[in-house]
């Protein structure tokens, strides 16, 4: 739940935080002024509630971390960057992988065609499609409960973090998979997207505040 919150006002308020923390920097504010006014700024905003679906972001300053960037940082051999399955293979092997290395989802291909993406599985799925009307793991094809690829929701490498931050909240998913012009290339959770956001933000804060101790 807090992370959800929190995913909904980084995308929300980042511009306008940024625009706050320079005003602290003409005005001579401490570096503690500065965390003080965000910490604020999310609280207030969490008890007015969300902000409604569709809110376009601002794309400037230092709202420049990419979808590549994430997937770089995580690496090709890392759990997560790059895990499939087929559509011939059952959903109870499909929820298995996921369950042996902890993600929700896995993208979905088609036999001996790796980068051909068919569709994408989710654990919503195998909760609503399997468990939910009593169907077996065993006996069904993942490719009878995935999301088809002309359903599919995807980013592109150079998509901004913030906008698929709020493509996520705004369609209400929590995998996305990574296309470019040869076809798939990776896939990233909303925790990935989460860290990427705060990571920046906090780096940002980080500079501004040594330069305000005449740290440059």
Known sequence: MMQGTMMRWMASHGTAL????????RLGG?????????QS???SSSAAGAPAAGTRL???????TTIADILKGKGKSADGSWLWCTTDDTVYDAVQSMTQHNVGALVVVKPGEQ?????????RDYLRKIIVQGRSSKSTKVGDIMTEENKLITVKPNTRVLQAMQLMTDKRIRHIPV??????????SIGDVVRAVVCEHQQELNRLNTYIQGGY
């Open 58 to 64: 601002e794309e400037s300053g230092f709202e420049s």
């Open 18 to 25: 940024k625009t706050a923390v320079l005003q602290q920097v």
């Open 115 to 123: 980068k051909a993406i068919a569709g994408i599985i989710t654990e």
């Open 179 to 188: 296309i470019d012009e040869t076809g798939m290339v990776g896939m990233v």
């Open 41 to 43: 700024r999310f609280q």
């Open 30 to 38: 401490s570096g503690r002024s500065l965390v003080v006014f965000a």
